[in-house]
């Protein structure tokens, strides 16, 4: 049977010869589809048309009908092991809890499994091979593995996805089938997105647009963003909706059996809109073909979309995002840790063939010692030394002399300082208009060797100071103020496109600035003009989800650095994200410890390297950075 979605008279007379045939995919519980033809009808909805198969599986849930997961059955399937459970005709999803210490006994699998960690350790042993999860981790078996899992100290709690269903779970479920119910259905012809039997992290998984770009906007961004993975039969899309916005109404030929996770929204189910969020976690089914919606809170929402079969639209969108990836990163390339005891590493700086950035040493309520502060220099392999202690350095760059250039926070001065020694060389910048300057935060060139600072007042007597600014030293030494105070909370991260014409800076967190890095035109005196939002950096569940509205915005946005083609790398609790020239989305680095500034350089300047809190790492990339000076080989 093919089911076709879209504007059709076709629809009723294929729902009634469904019925005839007896499908267990169109029980009585199809009373919708005349409701659902009216809505499409009424709308103009267009949809995909595909070949769906069926199965002799009847669904746990009620079609379009939402229901909190403490509803859903629960089922014991070992000492310490248990799952609640929901499933379509052909997919089981399972939220698996295991105490510490608990076993999964070995079962060899008829199904594809794909298992992701929300919380928690396991070891899972899979024929000869033993993996070792955690946090985050996803795992893909094919059928005919045979599994165990044994559960770490703090127990475990994943999610996972079966298909076909597995008929001995809907047992345990109080819904038994018979011996000779029909779960399998022919081969859909997808290659899967991940490899059977290797760990991945879904952080590592790029974001993919679902909607296209939000319109009237200075920068391009959709509003729903999608971490999309999928096995032969299967579709998983961990979805994130922005604050307030809207998926429009639409259909799909696919099954769509979704669980709320965070935030909350208006469920739009035909002709209706059903509250749901993700502290409950509302559960429902979604046949294929229903109408439906999605209109978001204050907080945006996060979902888990499973899809049966996988949808091929959804496998074209993966794929262009990725391929804008891969254009920087090749696949399977992750980064490396080069070295780690640090305090809070910032301000890195390729030069004459090391690399260069600051320990600041900070307390816990992020006072400083500046006495324990230093200067590092460090080799490609990782060895390092301080070059200068005592001061707390933050951003650098190279000087037009094969030095450096240093932001001195504590001493409200922009320095130069000797590569080999850490001896200050010269004052480059200490007032703007006979007021003496803030902290110094970070610092980029212009093509004329004119200096850019950041002053987001980020030290202890920051109140007797004249605001967060950005200011402008040209080659001649004369210095103003370019972006005055109260434009934005923080101005932290500051770049300039390889042509010269296009200054940007970021805000770390709070409003004015939110989590935007913004664009400015640059002037023939290095004033700037035309300020615009240029992108849009993506923010974790945390953030999201803070009581108050200013928090929202802590992307803790701090250095940039950009490549020969444009492109904007940001660094960010997410990870180094990164933007093309003309603002699209590119795809985020993931690091185990997050970035806070990060640098192009290496012999042939592709190895971005990133400084974290107390950790240095480096990735290689595909692409050559940009930075006057260059790092002077």
């Not at 995919?25 to 659902?36: E, I, P, S, Y």
């Not at 390339?333 to 004459?352: M, N, Y």
């Amino acid at each position: 049977m093919k089911r076709v979605h879209r504007d059709s008279p076709l629809l009723v007379l294929l729902v009634c010869a469904v019925l005839i045939s007896g499908l267990a995919g169109c029980t009585a519980g199809n009373g919708w589809r005349a409701l659902n033809q009216e809505v499409i009808e009424e709308h103009n909805i267009k949809g995909r048309e595909r070949d769906i198969p069926h199965t002799q599986v009847t669904p746990s849930l009620e079609a379009g009908k939402t229901v909190p997961s403490s509803e859903l059955p629960v089922i014991q399937i070992a000492e310490g092991v248990q799952a609640s459970v929901a499933w379509g005709e052909g997919v089981l999803m399972e939220r698996l809890s295991m105490e510490a210490g608990s076993s999964y006994p070995e079962q060899a699998l008829a199904e594809e499994v794909i298992t992701l960690v929300e919380e928690g350790s396991a070891t899972v042993t899979a024929g000869e091979e033993t993996f070792e999860l955690s946090k985050d981790s996803l795992l893909y078996l094919t059928p005919g593995s045979k599994r165990s899992l044994k559960a770490g100290d703090q127990g475990l709690k994943a999610i996972e996805v079966f298909s076909p269903v597995r008929l001995d779970h809907l047992s345990l479920a109080g819904k038994p089938h018979g011996d000779n119910t029909r779960v399998s259905f022919p081969d859909q012809g997808v290659t899967p997105s991940i490899e059977p039997n290797k760990v991945y992290n879904l952080n590592e998984i790029q974001w993919t647009g679902l909607t296209p770009p939000v319109e009237d906007k200075t920068y391009k961004r959709s509003a729903a963003l999608s971490r999309l993975i999928w096995g032969k039969n299967v579709m998983l899309s961990w979805i994130r909706m922005d604050p307030n916005s809207n998926f429009p109404l639409h259909i799909h030929p696919e099954d769509q059996l979704m669980i709320t996770l965070r935030g909350s929204l208006e469920q739009g189910i035909l002709d209706a809109r059903h509250p749901i969020n993700g502290k409950e976690q509302h559960t429902h089914l979604l046949p294929g073909g229903m109408v439906h919606s999605g209109h978001m809170g204050e907080h945006g929402a996060d979902a888990l979309d499973i899809f049966w079969p996988v949808r091929p639209d959804y496998i074209s969108y993966a794929e262009k995002q990725n391929a804008l990836y891969r254009e920087v990163i090749d696949p399977g390339v992750k980064p490396v840790k080069l070295a780690e005891g640090f305090v809070f590493t910032e301000g890195p700086t390729w030069l004459k063939g090391n690399l260069y950035f600051s320990d600041m040493h900070f307390r816990a309520d992020w006072s400083a010692d500046v006495s324990k502060s230093r200067t590092i220099r460090m080799s490609p392999d990782g060895k390092w030394k301080a070059i200068a202690k005592g001061m707390q350095t933050n951003g650098t760059i190279a000087s037009r002399r094969g030095h450096l250039l240093v932001c001195d926070m504590f001493g409200h001065r922009v320095i130069e300082m000797s590569r080999h020694n850490g001896r200050i060389l010269r004052t480059v910048l200490s007032r703007v208009g006979g007021t003496r300057i803030d902290g110094p935060n970070d610092i980029v060139m212009d093509l004329k060797g004119g200096i850019y600072v950041t002053d987001p007042q980020f030290i202890p007597d920051a109140k007797k100071m004249p605001g967060t600014q950005v200011y402008y030293r040209d080659p001649k030494g004369r210095s103003k103020v370019v972006i005055p105070a109260g434009e934005y909370a923080m101005p932290n991260g500051v770049e300039i496109s390889p042509d010269g014409k296009t200054f940007y800076v970021n805000n770390t967190w709070l409003q004015p600035g939110e989590n935007f890095v913004w664009a400015y035109d640059v002037q023939e005196d290095g004033s700037l003009d035309n300020k615009r939002k240029f992108a849009m950096l993506n923010l974790g569940p945390d953030v999201l989800d803070a009581e108050e509205v200013k928090d929202r915005f802590n992307s803790q946005a701090d250095g940039m650095a950009v490549d020969m083609d444009g492109r904007i790398y940001v660094a960010t609790l997410s990870g180094a994200q990164i933007f093309d020239a003309d603002g699209n989305y590119v795809g985020t680095i993931w690091c185990p410890q997050f970035p806070v500034s990060l640098t192009f350089g290496g012999e042939n300047y592709d190895v971005l390297y990133m400084v974290g809190q107390s950790s240095v790492w480096s990735v290689q990339t595909k692409v050559k950075g940009f930075r006057f000076p260059a790092g002077l080989n």
